[in-house]
């Protein structure tokens, strides 16, 4: 059983930074892709950045959002099973309920969102202006 587990949140002010942490349990997919969603009040659910493990990009090709390209950078470290989503320059808009969610996916391109099979119970990020 997958599980996912974040943790990083909590309340900042605009400008300053986070690191989001999602630790990962019963892994066993070789191909997959990993990241992190976002959820504001009264949004949608939108994602944000992933990373993928592949036949043709073992090295982990990533994918951002066009609001967090240049100030997100999404990572894992293997040997702790842990993807890191480092937030910096933070804006209020970033303020959201963000989730880490995985799929086993040996595909080309990225998977919409209803593919994702697992997910993490969230984790608050409140940014004030």
């Known amino acids: 059983q997958v599980q996912l587990v974040e943790s990083g949140g909590g309340l900042v002010q605009a400008g300053d930074s986070l690191r989001l942490s999602c630790a990962t349990s019963g892994f066993t997919f070789d191909y997959y892709v990993i990241g992190w969603f976002r959820q504001a009040p009264g949004k949608e659910r939108e994602g944000v950045s992933f990373?993928?493990?592949?036949?043709?990009?073992?090295?982990?090709?990533?994918w951002y959002a066009d609001a967090v390209k240049g100030r997100f950078a999404i990572s894992r470290d293997t040997a702790k099973k842990t993807v890191y989503l480092q937030m910096d320059s933070l804006k209020p808009e970033d303020t959201a309920v963000y989730y880490c969610?995985?799929?086993?996916?040996?595909?080309?391109?990225?998977?919409?969102?209803?593919?994702?099979?697992?997910w993490g119970q969230g984790t608050q990020v409140t940014v004030s202006s």
């Open positions: 990373i993928k493990n592949s036949l043709t990009s073992t090295n982990g090709d990533r």
């Open positions: 969610a995985t799929v086993e996916w040996a595909e080309s391109g990225w998977p919409p969102e209803y593919e994702y099979d697992y």
